[in-house]
């Protein structure tokens, strides 16, 4: 396992964050595919065992559920062993300051600690001041609820807004951005990426394997939540098309190394400057898996083979 510092914080994380989003008490909707407690243990465990220190999860994945699974799980590990990222928007309120102080509050009881390492703006609030989000954060980091905070899926100038908020007012700077980004949805290196770049801010983007269309020659899965998640089943079909020919030669350069075209997607994600991915899985033997990624390293003309049939997408996540 490979490690980083995020940002200008102290948080040194593993180079792979588990996304809880797997984890957690299944109900109707788009959360009827995720694992019990037991099956969930098993995985938080195998990753924290692998080297994985970074878990990622919600307030709003499964009702709270995953923080609850995520919580019970790394107390088996000790608090000081792991780096906790939880999320706060989708919910009444989404990032006003009563809606941060309560939420926080309700993700420390769910998680069972006393502090939250880091906290992202799940999506841009377009109904409450940028300064009235940033100075409730200020004071919960104040509070020692939370160490550092971060955002995840907008716009660039939204997140400038933020980053330039907290620098005008003294506030801590952000740490991380979480962005969706992959090999078929490179949509942001437009302008969000390179405003995360200009403030120092690490980046752990979700969806490294694009709901797995990334990682197999057949475009379409079988899992359970591949049949059961709308959202999973079809994001990424408008440009099946092209972005099957991408697919093939992720395929084409996991035969050229030797290893999983997982690994092929992870690797490129370091080349291009990620710190961390969220990988999402359901079964154990995908770390073991994730772990071959560090041993690859693409040459810059694998990266222009992977990208050059890249054509825009429409936007997806933000709001």
């Not at 919960?140 to 160490?147: D, P």
């Not at 090999?183 to 690490?202: C, H, K, N, T, W």
């Amino acid at each position: 396992m490979e490690y980083i510092t995020l940002g200008n914080s102290d948080l040194k994380v593993s180079r792979l964050a588990l996304g809880c989003m797997s984890f957690g008490e299944a109900k109707e909707g788009q959360y009827q595919w995720t694992l019990d407690y037991q099956d969930s243990e098993k995985i938080i465990l195998k990753a924290y065992e692998a080297g994985i220190n970074f878990f990622d999860t919600s307030n709003n994945y499964s009702n709270g559920t995953s923080e609850i699974f995520l919580g019970k799980a790394v107390r088996q590990l000790g608090r000081d062993n792991v780096v906790i990222a939880t999320k706060c928007y989708f919910n009444p309120g989404k990032l006003s300051a009563e809606a941060i102080h309560r939420e926080v509050e309700a993700s420390l009881k769910r998680l069972g600690t006393d502090h939250i390492d880091l906290l992202v703006l799940h999506r841009y609030d377009y109904d409450t001041p940028v300064e009235e989000t940033l100075t409730a954060l200020n004071e919960e980091v104040k509070a020692g609820h939370i160490r550092y905070y971060g955002a995840s899926s907008m716009y660039g100038y939204q997140f400038a807004e933020y980053c330039y908020t907290a620098k005008e007012k003294g506030f801590q700077p952000f740490t991380t951005l979480q962005n969706h980004y992959n090999l078929i949805y490179r949509e942001d290196e437009r302008d969000l990426i390179p405003v995360a770049e200009q403030f120092g801010v690490s980046r752990t983007s979700f969806a490294p394997y694009a709901a797995g269309r990334l990682t197999r020659k057949d475009w379409d899965g079988d899992s359970k939540r591949f049949l059961l998640d709308a959202k999973e089943g079809t994001r990424y079909d408008k440009n099946e098309d092209y972005d099957r020919k991408i697919a093939a030669r992720v395929y084409d350069l996991s035969q050229k190394y030797g290893v999983s075209m997982a690994d092929i997607n992870l690797a490129w994600q370091y080349k291009k400057g990620v710190a961390a991915p969220i990988i999402g899985i359901t079964k154990e033997k995908y770390i073991d898996d994730a772990l071959q990624a560090f041993d690859v390293r693409l040459s810059d003309e694998d990266v222009s083979y992977l990208e050059e049939l890249y054509l825009p997408h429409p936007i997806t996540c933000n709001r």
